[in-house]
């Protein structure tokens, strides 16, 4: 019989995920495959973090609390808005989630009709368009390539909104460009958007620590304070504190929008994890020296990959100034044969030439909405990187 739903029907899996099950596949059956394919700190959660969660089990923090959280996390989210970002948020302007990605969930559940329009910048997180889908949203797409910067103009932006768009989703640092807006940029969309009353903003900023050249990074918050009352912001502790498996994900924004996520939560996975939330207070109150040196060794390896693949014929390699991934357009390859007589005709293709020919994983850009690119994730050690700089090159060589 057949279980899914129409709606289940309409989204795909991760498909990241599914290229990094494929190398894992592969791996068990003894083949040395380098996984540039997820986005996942290789580091340990630093130990003060997990002493704080062991700690919080033997106090007995081990029951349900309140969807929107143990007062203890949400006053150390409210300070870490004040601290970091010198923005006021009020303890019941905050909402948590199992994840950045429920935060995602919970709010689009919680705010689309059937039909609303969500306007998302392509490359765009794979996630973002399926779970609009997911929840009767339209995802509207504007691709902003390589020769924009990977980013959406304010006339673009204009030309998107139409009287259905609920929200614009965008996020910065990029996954999977690593394009950071200046707060100019920030502003020049503000404008845009603030002739727009509808129009609500999700700024993902989930990246904000891992900034990687001279660009800083600016909260959406501060560069439009005049769209306080429709925007959301998005963050987490999983790529700043190396806590991916954790499940902690929180936003900030106005009541009347946090309202409607806490009561999505409260009926969903009822709250994250107590100890988690304890492991996450920990992790925001605590000492950031560890965000420091991962951010100079994420800086390390970006400048490593940047060089290493600009130095392969046909890939068109911008910078990352930001998270962790290099996103080379890779055009001068596709329609190329490879030495067993397939064509590659797409990135797709090419990304599945990689992980059998060059024992890579990446995923292809198709997966975030644009083509032809690959995205490398230099979430690895730096010989991992060497490594794989010199397979990839090697494989493109064989490709006539
Ligand atoms: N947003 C972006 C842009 C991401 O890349 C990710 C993870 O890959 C997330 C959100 C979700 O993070 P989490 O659910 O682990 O908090």
Same mark, same amino acid.
């Given at each position: 019989?057949?279980?899914?739903?129409? =709606?289940?029907?309409?989204?795909?899996?991760?498909?990241?995920?599914?290229?990094?099950?494929?190398?894992?596949?592969?791996?068990?059956?003894?083949?040395?495959?380098?996984?540039?394919?997820?986005?996942?700190?290789?580091? +340990?959660?630093?130990?003060?973090?997990?002493?704080?969660?062991?700690?919080?089990?033997? @106090?007995?923090?081990?029951?349900?609390?309140?969807?929107?959280?143990?007062?203890?996390?949400?006053?150390?989210?409210?300070?870490?808005?004040?601290?970091?970002?010198?923005?006021?948020?009020?303890?019941?302007? $905050?909402?948590?989630?199992?994840?950045?990605?429920?935060? #995602?969930?919970?709010?689009?559940?919680?705010?689309?009709?059937?039909? +609303?329009?969500?306007?998302? &910048?392509? &490359?765009?997180?794979?996630?973002?368009?399926?779970?609009?889908? !997911?929840?009767?949203?339209?995802?509207?797409?504007?691709?902003?390539?390589?020769?924009?910067?990977?980013?959406?103009?304010?006339?673009? #932006?204009?030309?998107?909104?139409?009287?259905? %768009?609920?929200?614009?989703?965008?996020?910065?640092?990029?996954?999977?460009?690593?394009?950071?807006? %200046?707060?100019?940029?920030?502003?020049?969309?503000?404008?845009?958007?603030?002739?727009? &009353?509808?129009?609500?903003?999700?700024?993902?900023?989930?990246?904000?620590?891992?900034?990687? *050249?001279?660009?800083?990074?600016?909260?959406?918050?501060?560069?439009?304070?005049? !769209?306080?009352?429709?925007? !959301?912001?998005?963050?987490?502790?999983?790529?700043?504190?190396?806590?991916?498996?954790?499940? !902690?994900?929180?936003?900030?924004?106005?009541?009347?929008?946090?309202?409607?996520?806490?009561?999505?939560?409260?009926?969903?996975?009822?709250?994250?994890?107590?100890? %988690?939330?304890?492991? *996450?207070?920990?992790?925001?109150?605590?000492?950031?020296?560890?965000?420091?040196?991962?951010?100079?060794?994420?800086?390390? @390896?970006?400048?490593?990959?940047?060089?290493?693949?600009?130095? $392969?014929?046909?890939?068109?390699?911008?910078?990352?100034?930001?998270?962790?991934?290099?996103?080379?357009?890779?055009?001068?390859?596709?329609?190329?044969?490879?030495?067993?007589?397939?064509?590659?005709?797409? +990135?797709?293709?090419? *990304?599945? /030439?990689? #992980? %059998?020919?060059?024992?890579? *994983?990446?995923?292809?850009?198709?997966?975030?909405?644009?083509?032809? /690119?690959? @995205?490398?994730?230099?979430?690895?050690?730096?010989?991992?990187?060497?490594?794989?700089?010199? =397979?990839?090159?090697?494989? #493109?060589?064989?490709?006539?």
């Amino acid at each position: 019989i057949a279980f899914e739903s129409l =709606r289940a029907s309409t989204i795909k899996s991760s498909p990241s995920m599914a290229v990094s099950m494929a190398a894992k596949a592969m791996r068990a059956k003894g083949e040395q495959v380098i996984d540039l394919s997820l986005g996942e700190p290789d580091f +340990d959660t630093p130990a003060h973090i997990v002493d704080a969660a062991v700690d919080a089990m033997k @106090r007995g923090i081990t029951r349900y609390t309140a969807p929107d959280g143990l007062p203890e996390l949400r006053e150390a989210i409210v300070r870490k808005f004040k601290r970091e970002n010198g923005l006021d948020y009020a303890m019941d302007e $905050i909402s948590i989630g199992n994840g950045a990605k429920q935060i #995602l969930f919970n709010a689009f559940l919680g705010t689309l009709e059937p039909g +609303d329009e969500v306007v998302v &910048p392509a &490359p765009y997180w794979v996630s973002y368009t399926d779970i609009v889908i !997911l929840h009767g949203g339209v995802p509207v797409i504007v691709p902003c390539g390589v020769e924009q910067a990977f980013k959406i103009t304010p006339e673009r #932006l204009e030309a998107a909104i139409t009287p259905k %768009t609920r929200w614009f989703l965008f996020n910065s640092p990029s996954n999977p460009t690593g394009a950071i807006y %200046t707060a100019a940029e920030l502003k020049a969309l503000g404008e845009v958007l603030a002739r727009h &009353p509808r129009v609500a903003i999700m700024s993902d900023e989930i990246y904000e620590h891992i900034v990687c *050249a001279d660009v800083p990074f600016t909260s959406f918050a501060n560069a439009c304070p005049e !769209l306080r009352d429709r925007t !959301l912001l998005i963050n987490g502790v999983s790529k700043a504190y190396a806590m991916t498996g954790w499940r !902690l994900g929180y936003a900030a924004g106005p009541k009347a929008l946090t309202k409607v996520l806490n009561k999505m939560q409260s009926q969903s996975t009822t709250c994250p994890s107590s100890i %988690t939330q304890v492991a *996450a207070a920990a992790a925001l109150n605590g000492p950031q020296d560890f965000v420091t040196t991962a951010v100079a060794e994420y800086k390390a @390896r970006g400048e490593l990959v940047t060089r290493g693949f600009r130095a $392969i014929p046909g890939l068109e390699v911008r910078a990352p100034e930001g998270a962790f991934y290099l996103f080379p357009k890779c055009a001068v390859h596709i329609g190329k044969t490879a030495p067993d007589g397939t064509v590659i005709e797409n +990135d797709t293709a090419l *990304a599945a /030439y990689l #992980l %059998t020919e060059g024992k890579v *994983a990446t995923v292809p850009g198709a997966a975030f909405g644009v083509e032809p /690119y690959i @995205r490398l994730s230099f979430a690895t050690s730096r010989d991992n990187l060497t490594l794989a700089i010199a =397979r990839i090159a090697d494989a #493109l060589a064989r490709l006539r």
